[in-house]
């Protein structure tokens, strides 16, 4: 169905997409070809010459608000060969949009300046509106196909399409942990368990969310600040500017009303959530927060033992309704215990150093929940690799365990 250079071109994009990693959110990362039938290519900025075909323009998008890839790529193509644009053939990472949202519909705009071919990698997952960006570009005369590199096009944006299917955003669980599974020594003592190396990576897994969350024993017993350190970026320093610092949203669970203004968490200003119960004493008599610290009350649920807690899914969905659809869990043993007893984790980061710590140490998650081998969570393991000294493990739950 696809020949050898669509892969090709493709493949291209989703490069192009890839560079708005950690500036999109929450906003698709999506990326854009355009490609003419020309062998002429002494003036394009990418160039990408096989047989008869040759790239006239590219983009990517960049931030929530400004251009698509889509208008983008038109942009450059009018800049370096608007003659070339007519009968061009886009090959785009997502369906073009079909509505007015921010931006006008890049479908419209692949309309108006005369391509003659669409590829997009995937559907729009948003049930309302997929399909309506391809059949407005068939309507209009463009052959329009999908399906090219699809896979590797969802891996893009996982975030976005289960918080389009789902109505919940993507939840990633950062673990650390010595290799007999210890947290911490029994005192609390845990600075350092892990390498420099992979307190680095964190940074970037904290770079690329939408929101973190934790709870108020990690902010207590660390004083965290749970922001994005661009002094610690590493290799991402190159392509990602410290002004262009997107700080995620922070999220902390504190249902025993024990933070006070005063902790380092509220010295950085960037938006925090405070998740109080219903029972919590009324909003009014709260400590003053800064402004941009935003308390939000919501229900809890009973787990197996008898314990209030609150209620997670509700806590993911009113997240999903502020369009924050990419979270990191970073948080004590008994918070990442409870979103994994409640089947709420897409994806596990597991940092294993190597050390040993022995005695009585803290667990790297509690599942009071949890009482028979026939209950426990089963993994699949995606990727290992070594990250400084330590060891990375990226893992899924298992639709069912065993």
Sequence with gaps: MFSQQDHQYMALAIKLAKKGHYTTSPNPRVGCVLVANT?????????????????????????????HAEVNALADAKLNHPNLINGATAYVTLEPCSHFGRTPPCAQALINAGVKRVVAAMVDPNPEVSGRGL??????????????????????????IKLMTHALPHVRIKLAASLDGKTAMKSGESKW???????????SLRAESCAIISGADSILTDNAKMTVRWSELGELQHSYKEDNIRQPVRVVIDSQNRLTPELAFFKVNSPILIINTLTDPPLENSP???????????????????????DL????????????????????????????????ADEFILYQAPKLMGGDGKNLVEMPNITALSQAKTLAITDVRLVGRDIRITATLTKTSK
């Design 135 to 160: 059949a407005m570009l068939e309507q209009a005369g463009i052959k329009a196909e999908f399906g090219l590199l699809e896979n590797e096009a969802k891996a893009l944006n996982r975030g976005f």
């Design 288 to 310: 003053k927060w800064p402004h941009f610290v935003e308390q939000v009350q919501l229900p809890t649920i009973k787990n197996n033992i008898g314990e209030s807690k609150i």
């Design 39 to 67: 062998e002429d290519n002494t003036e394009s900025n990418i160039v990408i010459t096989t047989g008869k075909t040759q790239v006239i323009g590219a983009g990517f998008h960049q931030k929530a608000g400004q251009g």
């Design 193 to 203: 368990i892990t390498s420099p190396e992979a307190r680095k990576d964190v940074q």
């Design 313 to 344: 899914t509700k806590l993911l969905m009113m997240l999903a309704k502020r369009g924050l659809n990419e979270v990191l869990v970073e948080s004590g043993a008994h918070l990442a215990g409870a979103f994994i007893e409640q089947d709420l």
